[in-house]
């Protein structure tokens, strides 16, 4: 019977239910929503009025980290995974200036 929890699918479908479930009575236990004035919602500056310009240059510059941890980790795993061997050091420093020629963009 416990076997059958680790079959990707079925863990799926289990996960997903019981977040469901939780997120039914993280709402039921919210309680209702009340507007309040704009200065109960706006965000504190010090006193000085807030910035207009936006704070988020563009998901640019996420893509670049997010792709220099993926080929970080990815290669981390593939070299583990494989013994000592030529081909391995021929792997890292493929992967070496992979990771350069992400940072250097």
């Known amino acids: 019977?416990?076997?059958?929890?680790?079959?990707p699918p079925?863990?799926?479908?289990?996960?997903?239910?019981l977040v469901s479930v939780l997120s039914g009575i993280?709402?039921?236990m919210a309680g209702t929503h009340h507007p309040v004035s704009t200065l109960k919602s706006s965000p504190y500056a010090s006193g000085e009025a807030s910035h207009v310009s936006s704070g988020a240059p563009g998901y640019?510059?996420?893509?670049?980290?997010?792709?220099?941890?993926?080929?970080l980790h990815?290669?981390?795993l593939v070299l583990a995974s494989g013994g000592l061997s030529s081909s391995a050091a021929v792997y890292l420093l493929g992967l070496v200036l992979a990771l350069v020629a992400l940072i250097l963009g």
Do not use: H, N
């Not at 079925?10 to 239910?17: G, K, M, N, S």
């Open 74 to 76: 990815l290669g981390g």
């Open 10 to 17: 079925v863990a799926f479908l289990l996960y997903l239910f």
């Open 60 to 71: 640019r510059p996420f893509f670049r980290i997010s792709l220099f941890f993926a080929v």
């Open 26 to 28: 993280g709402r039921a």
């Open 1 to 7: 019977m416990i076997e059958i929890l680790l079959i």
